[in-house]
Protein backbone atom coordinates (compact mmCIF):
# COMPACT_ATOMS: atom_id res chain seq x y z
CA UNK A 1 0.00 0.00 0.00
CA UNK A 2 1.63 3.28 -1.09
CA UNK A 3 2.00 6.12 1.45
CA UNK A 4 -0.18 9.20 0.49
CA UNK A 5 0.99 12.10 -1.00
CA UNK A 6 2.16 14.63 1.20
CA UNK A 7 0.24 18.44 1.34
CA UNK A 8 1.71 21.46 0.21
CA UNK A 9 1.02 24.77 2.22
CA UNK A 10 -2.83 25.04 0.90
CA UNK A 11 -3.43 21.18 2.14
CA UNK A 12 -3.15 20.40 -1.23
CA UNK A 13 -1.30 17.20 -2.82
CA UNK A 14 0.95 18.17 -5.40
CA UNK A 15 3.76 20.39 -4.90
CA UNK A 16 3.08 24.70 -5.49
CA UNK A 17 4.71 23.65 -8.91
CA UNK A 18 2.10 21.63 -10.37
CA UNK A 19 -0.82 23.51 -8.51
CA UNK A 20 -2.31 26.71 -10.02
CA UNK A 21 -4.54 29.19 -7.96
CA UNK A 22 -6.41 32.35 -8.73
CA UNK A 23 -5.89 35.42 -6.71
CA UNK A 24 -9.04 37.54 -6.38
CA UNK A 25 -7.25 41.15 -6.78
CA UNK A 26 -8.72 44.39 -5.60
CA UNK A 27 -5.72 46.04 -5.98
CA UNK A 28 -5.14 46.47 -2.54
CA UNK A 29 -2.71 45.66 0.01
CA UNK A 30 -4.00 42.30 1.35
CA UNK A 31 -4.70 40.59 -2.30
CA UNK A 32 -1.50 42.10 -3.34
CA UNK A 33 0.40 40.29 -0.78
CA UNK A 34 -2.09 37.03 -1.01
CA UNK A 35 -0.93 36.69 -4.23
CA UNK A 36 3.19 37.54 -3.72
CA UNK A 37 3.12 35.15 -1.11
CA UNK A 38 1.88 31.85 -3.19
CA UNK A 39 4.13 33.31 -6.17
CA UNK A 40 6.92 33.07 -3.71
CA UNK A 41 6.39 29.57 -2.44
CA UNK A 42 6.24 28.53 -5.92
CA UNK A 43 2.49 28.38 -7.25
CA UNK A 44 1.25 28.62 -10.75
CA UNK A 45 -0.50 31.39 -9.68
CA UNK A 46 -3.17 34.09 -12.31
CA UNK A 47 -4.24 36.93 -10.99
CA UNK A 48 -7.94 37.85 -11.46
CA UNK A 49 -9.62 41.49 -10.49
CA UNK A 50 -13.37 42.16 -11.45
CA UNK A 51 -15.08 45.41 -12.80
CA UNK A 52 -18.05 45.61 -10.65
CA UNK A 53 -19.42 48.55 -11.62
CA UNK A 54 -19.11 52.02 -13.44
CA UNK A 55 -16.00 53.57 -11.28
CA UNK A 56 -15.39 56.61 -13.25
CA UNK A 57 -17.31 58.49 -10.15
CA UNK A 58 -14.90 56.70 -7.95
CA UNK A 59 -11.54 56.50 -9.76
CA UNK A 60 -10.37 59.34 -7.54
CA UNK A 61 -12.29 58.37 -4.34
CA UNK A 62 -10.01 56.85 -1.14
CA UNK A 63 -11.56 53.95 1.01
CA UNK A 64 -13.25 52.40 -1.91
CA UNK A 65 -12.33 49.15 -3.63
CA UNK A 66 -12.31 47.94 -7.46
CA UNK A 67 -12.47 51.51 -8.73
CA UNK A 68 -10.47 52.17 -11.39
CA UNK A 69 -7.12 53.10 -9.54
CA UNK A 70 -7.41 49.75 -8.34
CA UNK A 71 -7.36 47.80 -11.30
CA UNK A 72 -4.07 49.99 -12.28
CA UNK A 73 -2.68 49.12 -9.16
CA UNK A 74 -3.60 44.85 -9.55
CA UNK A 75 -2.04 45.28 -12.64
CA UNK A 76 1.12 46.83 -11.54
CA UNK A 77 1.20 44.42 -8.26
CA UNK A 78 1.13 41.38 -10.99
CA UNK A 79 3.64 42.80 -13.19
CA UNK A 80 6.00 43.09 -10.28
CA UNK A 81 5.75 39.39 -8.92
CA UNK A 82 5.90 38.22 -12.29
CA UNK A 83 2.06 36.67 -12.72
CA UNK A 84 -0.46 36.63 -15.58
CA UNK A 85 -3.46 39.04 -14.55
CA UNK A 86 -6.95 39.35 -16.25
CA UNK A 87 -9.59 41.73 -15.72
CA UNK A 88 -13.11 40.65 -15.91
CA UNK A 89 -15.89 42.55 -16.39
CA UNK A 90 -18.72 41.64 -13.94
CA UNK A 91 -20.79 44.34 -13.67
CA UNK A 92 -24.01 43.26 -15.11
CA UNK A 93 -23.61 40.23 -12.30
CA UNK A 94 -22.96 42.91 -9.63
CA UNK A 95 -26.07 44.78 -10.47
CA UNK A 96 -28.47 42.26 -10.45
CA UNK A 97 -26.56 40.44 -7.21
CA UNK A 98 -25.48 43.17 -5.40
CA UNK A 99 -26.62 46.89 -6.40
CA UNK A 100 -30.20 45.76 -6.88
CA UNK A 101 -30.61 43.32 -3.63
CA UNK A 102 -29.20 46.25 -1.42
CA UNK A 103 -31.34 49.03 -2.81
CA UNK A 104 -34.83 46.78 -2.83
CA UNK A 105 -33.64 45.88 0.72
CA UNK A 106 -33.03 49.76 2.22
CA UNK A 107 -36.82 50.26 0.26
CA UNK A 108 -38.28 47.75 2.00
CA UNK A 109 -37.15 49.39 5.70
CA UNK A 110 -33.97 47.48 6.43
CA UNK A 111 -30.00 48.02 6.74
CA UNK A 112 -28.44 45.60 4.47
CA UNK A 113 -24.80 44.37 4.38
CA UNK A 114 -24.04 44.22 0.39
CA UNK A 115 -20.88 42.64 1.26
CA UNK A 116 -21.87 39.74 2.51
CA UNK A 117 -23.99 39.20 -1.24
CA UNK A 118 -21.08 39.92 -3.10
CA UNK A 119 -18.52 37.66 -1.15
CA UNK A 120 -20.94 34.67 -2.14
CA UNK A 121 -22.73 35.95 -4.98
CA UNK A 122 -19.82 37.26 -7.31
CA UNK A 123 -16.62 35.90 -5.92
CA UNK A 124 -17.50 32.61 -3.97
CA UNK A 125 -19.22 31.23 -6.56
CA UNK A 126 -18.82 33.39 -10.25
CA UNK A 127 -15.43 33.42 -9.86
CA UNK A 128 -15.09 30.59 -7.92
CA UNK A 129 -16.68 28.68 -11.45
CA UNK A 130 -13.96 30.49 -13.53
CA UNK A 131 -11.18 29.68 -11.50
CA UNK A 132 -12.09 25.96 -11.99
CA UNK A 133 -12.84 26.80 -15.41
CA UNK A 134 -8.93 28.06 -15.62
CA UNK A 135 -8.33 24.67 -13.95
CA UNK A 136 -7.22 26.20 -10.84
CA UNK A 137 -7.26 24.25 -7.70
CA UNK A 138 -8.30 26.52 -5.85
CA UNK A 139 -9.17 30.23 -5.30
CA UNK A 140 -7.12 32.05 -2.96
CA UNK A 141 -8.52 35.68 -1.70
CA UNK A 142 -7.14 38.16 0.69
CA UNK A 143 -9.80 38.22 3.80
CA UNK A 144 -8.63 38.15 7.52
CA UNK A 145 -10.65 34.75 8.15
CA UNK A 146 -8.72 31.32 8.26
CA UNK A 147 -9.61 28.08 6.95
CA UNK A 148 -8.71 24.72 8.36
CA UNK A 149 -8.49 21.67 7.51
CA UNK A 150 -10.53 19.32 9.00
CA UNK A 151 -9.87 14.92 10.21
CA UNK A 152 -12.77 14.10 7.51
CA UNK A 153 -11.06 16.36 5.11
CA UNK A 154 -13.42 19.28 5.01
CA UNK A 155 -12.58 22.36 5.96
CA UNK A 156 -13.92 24.92 8.40
CA UNK A 157 -14.03 29.02 8.69
CA UNK A 158 -12.46 30.31 11.78
CA UNK A 159 -11.73 34.01 13.00
CA UNK A 160 -8.52 35.44 12.05
CA UNK A 161 -5.83 35.82 14.26
CA UNK A 162 -6.05 39.66 14.41
CA UNK A 163 -9.76 40.60 15.88
CA UNK A 164 -9.47 43.51 14.96
CA UNK A 165 -9.36 43.27 11.56
CA UNK A 166 -11.54 39.80 11.56
CA UNK A 167 -13.91 39.93 8.72
CA UNK A 168 -16.12 36.30 9.36
CA UNK A 169 -19.08 38.24 9.73
CA UNK A 170 -19.09 38.74 5.95
CA UNK A 171 -18.16 35.31 5.22
CA UNK A 172 -20.83 33.36 7.05
CA UNK A 173 -22.92 32.60 3.92
CA UNK A 174 -19.62 30.43 2.52
CA UNK A 175 -20.89 26.90 1.68
CA UNK A 176 -19.05 23.77 2.55
CA UNK A 177 -18.42 23.06 -0.99
CA UNK A 178 -17.09 26.35 -1.39
CA UNK A 179 -14.60 26.23 1.33
CA UNK A 180 -13.38 23.45 0.04
CA UNK A 181 -12.25 25.73 -2.99
CA UNK A 182 -11.27 28.44 -1.06
CA UNK A 183 -7.88 29.37 0.84
CA UNK A 184 -7.50 32.32 2.88
CA UNK A 185 -3.75 33.03 3.59
CA UNK A 186 -3.71 36.19 5.50
CA UNK A 187 -5.94 35.04 8.38
CA UNK A 188 -3.18 33.80 10.97
CA UNK A 189 -1.42 37.12 10.05
CA UNK A 190 -1.70 40.72 11.16
CA UNK A 191 -2.38 43.86 8.93
CA UNK A 192 1.01 44.95 10.35
CA UNK A 193 3.16 41.76 9.38
CA UNK A 194 0.91 42.03 6.00
CA UNK A 195 2.08 45.56 5.28
CA UNK A 196 5.73 45.05 6.39
CA UNK A 197 5.47 41.18 3.61
CA UNK A 198 4.30 44.28 1.03
CA UNK A 199 7.33 46.42 1.95
CA UNK A 200 9.64 43.33 1.68
CA UNK A 201 8.09 42.18 -1.78
CA UNK A 202 8.69 46.12 -3.31
CA UNK A 203 4.77 45.99 -3.60
CA UNK A 204 3.82 49.82 -4.52
CA UNK A 205 0.61 49.10 -2.78
CA UNK A 206 2.40 48.79 0.50
CA UNK A 207 1.19 52.05 2.24
CA UNK A 208 -2.37 51.73 0.67
CA UNK A 209 -5.32 53.45 2.60
CA UNK A 210 -8.01 50.54 3.24
CA UNK A 211 -10.93 50.33 1.42
CA UNK A 212 -13.88 51.43 3.75
CA UNK A 213 -16.65 52.66 2.11
CA UNK A 214 -19.43 50.89 0.24
CA UNK A 215 -17.56 50.32 -3.26
CA UNK A 216 -20.71 51.45 -5.84
CA UNK A 217 -21.51 54.08 -3.16
CA UNK A 218 -18.61 56.20 -4.63
CA UNK A 219 -20.17 59.72 -2.80
CA UNK A 220 -21.27 57.82 0.36
CA UNK A 221 -24.10 58.96 0.23
CA UNK A 222 -26.73 55.70 0.11
CA UNK A 223 -29.50 56.97 -0.97
CA UNK A 224 -28.55 59.04 -4.03
CA UNK A 225 -28.03 54.90 -5.02
CA UNK A 226 -31.23 53.97 -3.99
CA UNK A 227 -33.15 56.85 -5.46
CA UNK A 228 -32.05 56.26 -9.02
CA UNK A 229 -32.85 52.75 -8.75
CA UNK A 230 -36.00 53.40 -7.01
CA UNK A 231 -37.41 56.73 -8.03
CA UNK A 232 -40.03 58.43 -5.39
CA UNK A 233 -38.15 55.53 -2.80
CA UNK A 234 -37.34 58.87 -0.73
CA UNK A 235 -41.38 59.87 -0.19
CA UNK A 236 -41.76 61.41 2.89
CA UNK A 237 -44.01 60.32 5.65
CA UNK A 238 -44.72 60.45 10.06
CA UNK A 239 -42.18 59.88 12.60
CA UNK A 240 -43.95 58.67 15.30
CA UNK A 241 -43.36 57.31 18.62
CA UNK A 242 -44.43 54.10 20.47
CA UNK A 243 -47.99 54.69 20.33
CA UNK A 244 -48.55 56.22 17.17
CA UNK A 245 -48.30 59.72 18.09
CA UNK A 246 -47.21 62.12 15.60
CA UNK A 247 -43.81 63.70 16.20
CA UNK A 248 -42.43 65.22 13.12
CA UNK A 249 -42.28 64.25 9.49
CA UNK A 250 -39.49 62.91 7.73
CA UNK A 251 -38.12 62.69 3.85
CA UNK A 252 -37.61 59.07 3.60
CA UNK A 253 -37.27 55.98 5.33
CA UNK A 254 -33.96 55.54 3.44
CA UNK A 255 -32.57 57.90 5.26
CA UNK A 256 -32.87 56.06 8.58
CA UNK A 257 -31.88 52.67 10.48
CA UNK A 258 -32.34 51.01 13.82
CA UNK A 259 -30.60 52.45 16.26
CA UNK A 260 -30.23 55.91 15.24
CA UNK A 261 -30.34 59.06 17.37
CA UNK A 262 -28.92 62.16 15.28
CA UNK A 263 -30.54 63.14 12.41
CA UNK A 264 -33.97 62.85 13.48
CA UNK A 265 -35.27 66.15 13.09
CA UNK A 266 -37.72 66.38 15.78
CA UNK A 267 -36.88 68.15 19.67
CA UNK A 268 -38.09 66.62 22.22
CA UNK A 269 -37.28 66.49 26.50
CA UNK A 270 -35.19 63.08 26.25
CA UNK A 271 -33.45 61.21 23.82
CA UNK A 272 -34.85 58.85 20.84
CA UNK A 273 -33.90 56.71 19.00
CA UNK A 274 -35.05 54.74 15.96
CA UNK A 275 -36.67 51.66 17.24
CA UNK A 276 -38.19 49.98 13.82
CA UNK A 277 -39.29 51.81 10.17
CA UNK A 278 -42.72 50.55 8.74
CA UNK A 279 -42.00 50.68 5.09
CA UNK A 280 -45.51 50.01 4.40
CA UNK A 281 -46.50 53.13 6.13
CA UNK A 282 -43.72 55.00 5.68
CA UNK A 283 -43.11 55.53 9.24
CA UNK A 284 -40.04 55.75 11.53
CA UNK A 285 -40.82 54.43 14.52
CA UNK A 286 -38.99 56.56 17.61
CA UNK A 287 -38.26 56.47 21.22
CA UNK A 288 -36.03 55.73 24.63
CA UNK A 289 -33.61 53.44 24.48
CA UNK A 290 -34.60 50.82 26.21
CA UNK A 291 -37.36 50.14 23.54
CA UNK A 292 -33.87 49.36 21.42
CA UNK A 293 -33.27 46.26 23.37
CA UNK A 294 -34.05 42.87 21.57
CA UNK A 295 -34.39 39.54 22.84
CA UNK A 296 -35.01 37.57 20.23
CA UNK A 297 -34.46 37.58 16.31
CA UNK A 298 -36.00 35.94 13.38
CA UNK A 299 -33.92 34.89 10.27
CA UNK A 300 -33.73 34.34 6.47
CA UNK A 301 -31.55 32.72 4.09
CA UNK A 302 -29.66 30.52 6.85
CA UNK A 303 -26.61 28.89 6.32
CA UNK A 304 -25.28 25.93 8.96
CA UNK A 305 -21.07 25.18 9.21
CA UNK A 306 -21.56 22.99 12.13
CA UNK A 307 -20.26 19.46 12.33
CA UNK A 308 -23.66 18.24 13.18
CA UNK A 309 -26.84 19.20 11.57
CA UNK A 310 -28.55 22.54 12.88
CA UNK A 311 -31.77 20.49 14.39
CA UNK A 312 -29.24 18.43 16.25
CA UNK A 313 -27.33 21.67 17.71
CA UNK A 314 -31.08 22.57 18.71
CA UNK A 315 -32.35 19.78 20.13
CA UNK A 316 -29.14 19.31 22.19
CA UNK A 317 -29.67 23.29 22.88
CA UNK A 318 -26.25 24.36 22.30
CA UNK A 319 -25.15 27.35 23.36
CA UNK A 320 -23.78 29.68 20.45
CA UNK A 321 -22.13 32.80 20.21
CA UNK A 322 -23.78 35.68 17.98
CA UNK A 323 -22.33 38.85 16.35
CA UNK A 324 -25.51 40.66 14.88
CA UNK A 325 -23.43 43.88 14.00
CA UNK A 326 -19.83 43.36 12.58
CA UNK A 327 -18.42 45.59 14.77
CA UNK A 328 -19.57 44.31 17.95
CA UNK A 329 -18.43 40.96 20.29
CA UNK A 330 -20.46 37.88 19.94
CA UNK A 331 -23.34 37.39 22.80
CA UNK A 332 -24.38 34.26 24.02
CA UNK A 333 -27.60 32.61 22.50
CA UNK A 334 -29.89 29.73 21.55
CA UNK A 335 -31.15 28.54 18.59
CA UNK A 336 -35.06 27.55 18.13
CA UNK A 337 -36.92 25.83 15.08
CA UNK A 338 -40.16 27.56 14.24
CA UNK A 339 -43.22 27.37 11.88
CA UNK A 340 -41.42 29.95 9.62
CA UNK A 341 -37.81 29.07 10.05
CA UNK A 342 -35.25 29.69 12.52
CA UNK A 343 -35.36 31.98 15.44
CA UNK A 344 -32.26 33.50 17.54
CA UNK A 345 -32.92 33.71 20.95
CA UNK A 346 -30.38 36.46 22.73
CA UNK A 347 -29.54 35.49 26.24
CA UNK A 348 -29.01 39.22 26.84
CA UNK A 349 -30.62 40.83 24.54
CA UNK A 350 -28.82 43.50 22.18
CA UNK A 351 -29.46 46.81 21.50
CA UNK A 352 -30.69 48.15 17.83
CA UNK A 353 -30.54 44.77 15.58
CA UNK A 354 -31.47 45.68 12.26
CA UNK A 355 -33.77 43.73 9.63
CA UNK A 356 -31.04 43.21 6.79
CA UNK A 357 -27.76 42.53 8.93
CA UNK A 358 -26.47 39.31 9.30
CA UNK A 359 -26.84 37.47 12.43
CA UNK A 360 -23.23 34.95 12.38
CA UNK A 361 -22.82 31.99 14.80
CA UNK A 362 -19.39 31.13 16.49
CA UNK A 363 -18.69 28.25 18.59
CA UNK A 364 -17.03 30.75 21.35
CA UNK A 365 -16.69 34.06 22.51
CA UNK A 366 -13.10 34.95 22.04
CA UNK A 367 -10.16 33.96 20.09
CA UNK A 368 -10.09 32.42 16.90
CA UNK A 369 -13.61 30.89 17.09
CA UNK A 370 -14.95 28.67 14.72
CA UNK A 371 -17.99 30.06 12.25
CA UNK A 372 -20.80 27.80 12.39
CA UNK A 373 -22.63 29.66 9.82
CA UNK A 374 -25.36 32.59 10.42
CA UNK A 375 -28.09 34.27 8.50
CA UNK A 376 -29.99 37.81 7.34
CA UNK A 377 -32.31 39.47 10.49
CA UNK A 378 -35.56 38.89 8.88
CA UNK A 379 -37.12 40.75 11.66
CA UNK A 380 -37.49 41.15 15.69
CA UNK A 381 -38.96 41.10 18.85
CA UNK A 382 -38.06 43.14 21.51
CA UNK A 383 -37.79 43.17 25.46
CA UNK A 384 -40.53 44.12 27.47
CA UNK A 385 -39.55 47.68 28.44
CA UNK A 386 -38.25 48.26 32.15
CA UNK A 387 -41.20 51.26 32.17
CA UNK A 388 -43.79 49.09 31.56
CA UNK A 389 -42.56 46.09 33.49
CA UNK A 390 -42.88 48.06 36.51
CA UNK A 391 -46.32 49.52 35.86
CA UNK A 392 -47.31 46.11 35.13
CA UNK A 393 -45.83 44.88 38.67
CA UNK A 394 -47.72 48.05 39.98
CA UNK A 395 -50.77 46.80 38.75
CA UNK A 396 -50.33 43.61 39.70
CA UNK A 397 -49.59 44.19 43.70
CA UNK A 398 -52.83 46.61 43.67
Known amino acids: MSAPLALNTLDLEGSPAQTRVVVAMSGGVDSSVTAALLAEEGYDVVGITLQLYDHGAATHRKGACCAGRDI ?12 PHYVLDYEQRFKEAVIDRFAASYVAGETPVPCVECNQAI ?25 RRLPDGGRALYRAREAERDQSYFLFATTGAQLDLLRFPLGDRSKAETRELARRFGLSVADKQDSQDICFVPSGRYADVIERLHPG ?5 EIVDLEGRVLGHHGGIIHFTVGQRRGLGIATGSPLYVVRLDAALRRVV ?24 IDQAINDRRELYVKVRSTR ?23 GVSPGQACVFYDAAEGQARILGGGIIAGTMSLPRMADAAEAALAGAR
Open 329 to 351: APQGAWLHRVADGLEVELIGGED
Open 233 to 237: AAGPG
Open 286 to 309: VGPRDALRTSRIRLREVNWLGDRS
Open 72 to 83: HDARAVAARIGI
Open 123 to 147: KFRDLLVTARELAAAVLATGHYVAS
